[in-house]
Nanobody, 122 residues
Framework: QVQLVESGGGLVQAGGSLGLSCAASGRTISNYIMGWFRRAPGKEREFVAAITESGGGKYFADSVAGRFTISRDNAKNTVYLQIDRMKSEDTAVYYC???????????????WGQGTQVTVSS
């Protein structure tokens, strides 16, 4: 089992930036594709970004490409998500995920964090 704890959520003005962190415990994350998902109010959870085990491959949802950056530090067992030029539609609960995969065009994950709220004010 991998336990994931997100931090860094909060209230940000539109156009601002925010950095999220995800600290993992229980197992090393170096063997997992890690990622972030989000659930906006009244919507289904959606894929945001993923990063391969070594960090060499990164994937983003079209809606966030160019504004979101995903990174990882395997030595610290931590994954990060940097959000820039924030928009109101970025308001959501953001979930860290471990052992991320894609099948038939749908991203999913085996392990999930509890989530952290991000709210963008206009």
């Amino acid at each position: 089992q991998v336990q994931l704890v997100e931090s860094g959520g909060g209230l940000v003005q539109a156009g601002g930036s925010l950095g999220l962190s995800c600290a993992a415990s229980g197992r090393t994350i170096s063997n997992y594709i890690m990622g972030w998902f989000r659930r906006a109010p009244g919507k289904e959870r959606e894929f945001v970004a993923a990063i391969t085990e070594s960090g060499g491959g990164k994937y983003f949802a079209d809606s966030v490409a160019g504004r979101f950056t995903i990174s990882r530090d395997n030595a610290k067992n931590t994954v990060y998500l940097q959000i820039d030029r924030m928009k109101s539609e970025d308001t959501a609960v953001y979930y860290c995920a471990a052992d991320v995969s894609i099948e038939a065009g749908t991203w999913n994950s085996r392990f999930w964090g509890q989530g952290t709220q991000v709210t963008v004010s206009s």
